[in-house]
């Protein structure tokens, strides 16, 4: 008579009765999270139903001028004037922040006195000054190398591109300054050690370690001349917003082209602020060890939070 003997397969670990249970881990809920969320939501629809049904407002008139051509064009020159009217503030807010640096206290106390009065005084108030600049200078006499009436030299496309250039030079002088005297002082003194001279050490030394901290806030100010180029109606440059009032005050539908003026300037700062993301992602690759997430892998990671709360609800 044989005896059955059960045995366990040798790869199998041995049963201990004292071994605790699998902890299931159970989320939290949130249930202020919902609440808020749909306090937002209720606000929102709201908002947007008192929009939507409102009897005076044209909505069919919004679709047919979003593309009108006068509309089309306006938009361009605000880009035009934006564009270089930012070129004109990178460039010499990097000369003023140089001179603000420099060790000559005359250059130093010039750049100083041009950003104390272009960051004291508003942007509109300075339009207004060269659009006005003929009542002090009724001429421009630069000798033999030119002499014309100011009216003439004063157009409304250049008063736009001083007014917004000049001023946007005080804002980028701080921050290349600022971006300037964040790389270390030992960088400079390595590379005049090893004979470069001084501007060859801020071209290829200094600034392309400064563009890290300049970067990030000039995509900002770009935005924000991107709205503040709508002032220049005030000098009666045919921009967005005086190209869609143009059209407003002619076809009485004065707030249904603001809204119009409102869904370009939209359409133009979502653009940037994208471009903007990319570039700030690309100058810290040598900065950060991870690259901040793309606006997709933000989506992503939200939806699979979302899906894994839902799950554990």
């Known amino acids: 008579m044989t005896d059955k003997i059960d045995k366990e397969p040798a790869d199998t670990p041995p049963r201990d009765s004292h071994a605790p249970e699998t902890i299931k881990a159970i989320p939290v809920r949130h249930y202020g999270r919902y609440v808020s969320a749909v306090v937002v939501l209720a606000l929102v629809a709201l908002l947007v139903n008192a929009f939507a049904t409102a009897e005076k407002i044209q909505w069919s008139a919004v679709g047919d001028?979003?593309?009108?051509?006068?509309?089309?064009?306006?938009?361009?020159?605000?880009?035009l004037i934006s564009v270089l009217a930012m070129i004109v503030g990178v460039v010499l807010g990097v000369v003023l922040a140089v001179m603000r640096l420099s060790k000559n206290p005359v250059t130093s106390w010039v750049a100083w006195a041009y950003i104390w009065f272009f960051r004291g005084t508003p942007v509109y108030v300075q339009l207004l000054l060269w659009f006005n600049l003929a009542l002090i200078f009724p001429m421009l006499n630069l000798g033999p190398i030119y002499k014309d009436e100011m009216t003439d030299v004063m157009t409304p496309f250049m008063c736009a591109l001083l007014g917004l250039g000049l001023n946007e030079a005080a804002y980028m002088a701080e921050i290349c300054r600022a971006g300037l005297m964040a790389v270390d002082e030992g960088q400079t003194e390595a590379s005049h050690a090893l004979g470069m001279s001084h501007g060859k050490t801020l071209r290829r030394i200094v600034i392309p370690q400064a563009m890290r901290v300049i970067v990030p806030p000039t995509g900002n100010e770009f935005i924000n001349m991107l709205k503040t180029s709508s002032l220049v109606y005030a000098v009666t440059y045919n921009e967005l917003l005086r190209a869609t009032s143009t059209i407003g005050s002619t076809s009485y539908a004065v707030m249904e082209m603001l809204f119009v003026a409102s869904i370009w300037y939209l359409v133009m700062t979502s653009v940037f602020s994208v471009f903007q993301y990319?570039?700030?992602?690309?100058?810290?690759?040598?900065s950060s060890r991870s690259l901040p997430p793309t606006p997709w892998q933000r989506v992503k990671v939200n939806l699979m939070a979302f899906s894994r709360e839902r799950g554990g609800a």
């Open 65 to 79: 001028k979003l593309f009108d051509s006068t509309v089309l064009a306006g938009a361009g020159r605000t880009l």
């Open 278 to 286: 990319y570039l700030e992602r690309r100058f810290a690759r040598g």
